[in-house]
Nanobody, 121 residues
Framework: QVQLVESGGGLVQAGGSLRLSCAAS????????MGWYRQAPGKQRELVAV???????NYADSVKGRFTISRDNAKKTVSLQMTSLTPEDTANYYC???????????????WGQGTQVTVSS
């Protein structure tokens, strides 16, 4: 069974930084895109950043220049370094990965359980 486990959320003051990490585990054959999404109360889940297997990246306009996504293919991890945080970044952050498990011929979308990021003004 494949799992994504996030860590690193918490409470930070505006202007501060946080680093989120996500580790994939289980019977994994291959991982394509990995990314981070977020969902604030009363809002739809939105893409924050995505990184391909060869480390090409794409960011939401609202986080460009402030957030950096990275991955370690050997460790099956993806991280999100967040700087210059504002209260508008407050949300539950979810790790997402497109994973082909061992014994499977197709890729499946997996989600972590979410980690809360709260930015105080």
């Amino acid at each position: 069974q494949v799992q994504l486990v996030e860590s690193g959320g918490g409470l930070v003051q505006a202007g501060g930084s946080l680093r989120l990490s996500c580790a994939a585990s289980g019977r994994i054959f291959s991982i394509n895109n990995m990314g981070w999404y977020r969902q604030a109360p009363g809002k739809q889940r939105e893409l924050v950043a995505v990184i391909t297997r060869d480390s090409s990246t794409n960011y939401a306009d609202s986080v460009k220049g402030r957030f950096t996504i990275s991955r370690d293919n050997a460790k099956k991890t993806v991280s999100l370094q967040m700087t210059s945080l504002t209260p508008e970044d407050t949300a539950n952050y979810y790790c997402n990965a497109d994973i082909r498990s061992s014994g499977s011929l197709r890729y499946t979308d997996y989600w972590g359980q979410g980690t809360q990021v709260t930015v105080s003004s």
